[in-house]
């Protein structure tokens, strides 16, 4: 069964609009939250991480949102930039598990210039 | 940085070959992990380990195996290759809450 599920396996966004990426999880220990970025051909690369004890954090274009009650969150990258096309993985853990992440499968993020 | 190193970036076998996929940390990781990447499956599990000749199965640990013979090394370990092994490998070790991952093999199985 999931534990981390992003339901838009692809999502298309024109250059300089927003883009938000969700991701659900359904394990209420999970604690950490992270957001990886992957390119074709290469290993993904880390983006943006959020505690449980924040709703949010930000970094230049890219925010994450985490709303403990609903199990959600989602990455909003403003303005999106034909560079960020890419497949995004949502991951999820509970600190001090020794590190395994719990994965999304990905939703690929297209802009369009 | 840490460093994550795999061996090679691309890779044909034949079907029926042992096939040995390394990856290399320079920070004296205790965590690695092996996953493997495959269009809408997302990031698998196969095997991970905390120590020096220590391992444990992932989600689908079938048909491979594992070798930490070295802090600082993580080998996968396909037995007898199948075409449905083919697919991105990937390796990554932990740090700082998070994984920094290798730039993975993309292993095709003939």
């Known amino acids: 069964d999931q534990q981390v599920k992003q339901n838009s396996p692809s999502l298309s966004v024109q250059e300089g609009r927003i883009s938000i990426l969700n991701c659900d999880y359904t394990n209420s220990m999970f604690d950490y939250f992270l957001w990886y970025k992957k390119y074709p051909a290469e290993g993904p690369t880390f983006l943006i991480s959020i505690s449980s004890i924040k709703d949010k954090n930000e970094d230049g274009r890219f925010t994450v949102f985490l709303n403990k009650s609903a199990k959600h969150l989602s990455l909003h990258i403003v303005p999106s930039q034909p560079g960020d096309s890419a497949v995004y993985f949502c991951?999820?853990?509970?600190?001090?598990?020794?590190?395994?992440?719990?994965f999304g499968k990905g939703t690929k993020l297209s802009v369009k210039p | 940085d840490v460093k994550v190193t795999q061996s090679s970036r691309y890779l044909v076998k034949r079907t029926g070959e042992k096939v040995f996929l390394e990856c290399v940390q320079d920070?004296?990781?205790?965590?690695m992990f092996w996953y493997r990447q495959d269009p809408g499956l997302g990031l698998r599990l196969i095997y991970f380990?905390?120590?020096?000749?220590?391992?444990e199965k992932g989600d689908i640990p079938e048909g491979y195996s594992v070798s930490r013979e070295k802090k600082e090394r993580f080998s996968l370990i396909l037995e007898s290759a199948s075409t449905n092994q083919t697919s991105m490998y990937l390796c990554?070790?932990?740090?700082?809450?998070?994984?920094?991952f290798g730039s993975g093999t993309r292993l095709t199985v003939v």
């Open positions: 990554a070790t932990f740090i700082n809450y998070g994984y920094t």
């Open positions: 991951a999820a853990s509970v600190l001090g598990s020794q590190g395994n992440l719990i």
């Open positions: 920070m004296d990781h205790e965590n």
């Open positions: 380990s905390y120590d020096v000749k220590m391992k």
